[in-house]
């Protein structure tokens, strides 16, 4: 059944969210009211539910959204032993399915989450009714200095000069910093809506203000750059080929953090995949191009349903 798009409105706010009691944790999670189908969308390093605002909306037609903060990130706070792995978010997020009740959901995820999102769906098969990874975190490392925010960085940990680097970095403006992030991750970052610059504005004084928001960043990248380096039954590329589902593989042709050279085998690795690459997009093609990736994930959805 296809679901005409809804006319898409660029000054949407964030959708809702409430705390979900899972065990010991708290976790954040933003609900798109839909129709009678689920699917839940997991962000990125850096990321939260808000990645998904407009989205979730193109897909409100046709599922009800869930879009937990994984911990660590947003508004939820991660326990103090939280390891950080994508192991360990899939596995939270297998939870997190589960307790739904609803049957197989279907799942996307952006970056790190669309990593985590391959490990679910591969260990998991029972709660993934189709996968949708947009510029999936799969292994890439390349030494390119363009996958730094401000090239600086690299000297912040030298002797001498590392500390004056350091003030220099500190005192850019709240919004020159988050024009830095963004200009990382959009390809066309002068065409992102003032409302949206100042929401990751306000994200972004928020997670100053978290205790927990700049360890659990780096214990995040730490522990993606481990995986990165698995080989075997453990590494990512052995994931993708036990994934049973229906897969939808997006990528943005000006991905600077994870290249588009890595697409193709990423549906080469998949037994049912299928890929997408957009024109003149980055890191964050649901948030670049929301009702482009809407109409293919829906076609996605439409022929999974056409085959079973």
Do not use: C
């Not at 189908?37 to 599922?63: C, F, I, M, P």
């Amino acid at each position: 059944m296809t679901v005409e798009l809804p006319e898409l409105e660029p000054s949407i706010p964030p959708w809702p969210g409430e705390h979900v009691e899972l065990g010991e944790l708290r976790l954040h999670v933003r609900v798109t009211p839909g129709g009678a189908e689920k699917a839940v969308y997991l962000h990125g390093l850096g990321g939260s539910a808000t990645n998904w605002t407009d989205l979730a909306a193109q897909l409100a037609g046709r599922v009800t959204g869930y879009a937990p903060d994984l911990p660590g990130f947003g508004n939820t706070e991660p326990p103090r032993d939280w390891p950080f792995t994508a192991a360990a978010q899939a596995e939270l997020a297998a939870e997190f399915i589960a307790s739904l009740d609803a049957g197989p959901v279907h799942l996307v995820g952006n970056s790190l989450g669309g990593t985590t999102a391959i490990l679910l769906a591969a260990r998991h098969p029972e709660l993934v009714h189709t996968l949708t990874l947009i510029s999936p975190a799969v292994p890439d490392l390349r030494p390119d200095i363009r996958r730094l925010s401000d090239p600086r960085l690299l000297l912040t940990g030298l002797p001498v000069v590392g500390k004056p680097v350091r003030r220099q970095l500190a005192a850019l403006s709240p919004r020159e910093r988050t024009m830095r992030l963004l200009r990382l991750v959009f390809a066309r970052p002068e065409e992102i809506p003032e409302h949206r610059i100042q929401e990751a504005m306000r994200e972004a004084a928020e997670r100053a203000r978290q205790p927990w928001a700049g360890a659990a960043l780096m214990r995040a990248g730490a522990e993606l750059f481990r995986l990165w380096f698995r080989r075997g039954k453990g590494s990512v590329w052995a994931a993708l080929r036990q994934v049973s589902a229906p897969v939808l593989v997006v990528w943005g042709r000006e991905d600077k953090l994870v290249t588009v050279a890595k697409a193709v085998p990423t549906v080469r690795a998949l037994p049912r995949g299928r890929l997408l690459v957009l024109d003149r997009v980055g890191h964050v093609a649901q948030m670049e191009e929301p009702a482009t990736v809407a109409r293919a994930i829906l076609d996605m959805w439409d022929s999974a349903a056409g085959s079973s």
